[in-house]
């Protein structure tokens, strides 16, 4: 099942189509926004997952096969099965599109942005899933999660991003 709304996954191809070095995305539960990405994309998808609980629903759990099997008609498609604060610290690929969507809890959010947008090429875009509410028009009513809501919030006043686009529960900012 997909977690990720049409309308969002309208909006997170548009960033995946202008991605020319690489993309990154935190949280892939059973790839299928990751096989959404790959329609459009035309470079490497590294996809980071450790496999466990979800951090809002527990009940929810992500499966390597599942991903393996979404992934298939994607060669360019690299799954990485562990915590993306242990990738971090060995990470040697560039990439110009990032979208985080693993743990929603502030701190873990807050972590994955500060550490993975130091690697984020100047000008590349990074999005953040259940940053926001869903917006009157959509279909489904979500309110988004605190921790990155938190975070976007923080992030809109930042100097060193910009607010560039947002639908339903994503917010997407550019690197400065």
């Not at 935190?26 to 790839?31: E, H, N, P, T």
């Not at 979404?70 to 993306?84: A, E």
């Not at 929603?104 to 259940?130: M, N, R, S």
Request: glycine share 6%.
């Amino acid at each position: 099942m997909r977690y990720t709304l049409d309308r969002e996954v309208l909006l997170l191809q548009k960033y995946a189509e202008k991605a020319i070095r690489g993309i990154v995305e935190i949280g892939v539960l059973d790839g299928d926004t990751t096989a959404e990405l790959a329609k459009v994309a035309k470079v490497m998808i590294y996809g980071i997952d450790p496999i466990v609980p979800d951090s809002m629903s527990p009940d929810i759990i992500g499966n390597e096969k599942n991903i393996t099997d979404n992934m298939r008609f994607y060669p360019q498609f690299l799954f990485i099965k562990d915590y993306s604060y242990n990738v971090i610290k060995t990470f040697q690929y560039q990439f110009d599109f990032l979208l985080i969507d693993g743990s929603h809890i502030y701190e873990d959010v807050k972590q994955d942005f500060d550490e993975w947008t130091t690697l984020l090429t100047p000008h590349g875009y990074v999005a953040l899933h259940d940053s926001a509410p869903t917006e009157p028009e959509s279909p489904k009513w979500f309110g988004g999660w605190p921790g990155p809501a938190q975070l976007a919030n923080e992030i809109m006043c930042s100097s060193k991003f910009l607010h560039v686009d947002r639908v339903d529960t994503v917010n997407v900012f550019k690197k400065l």
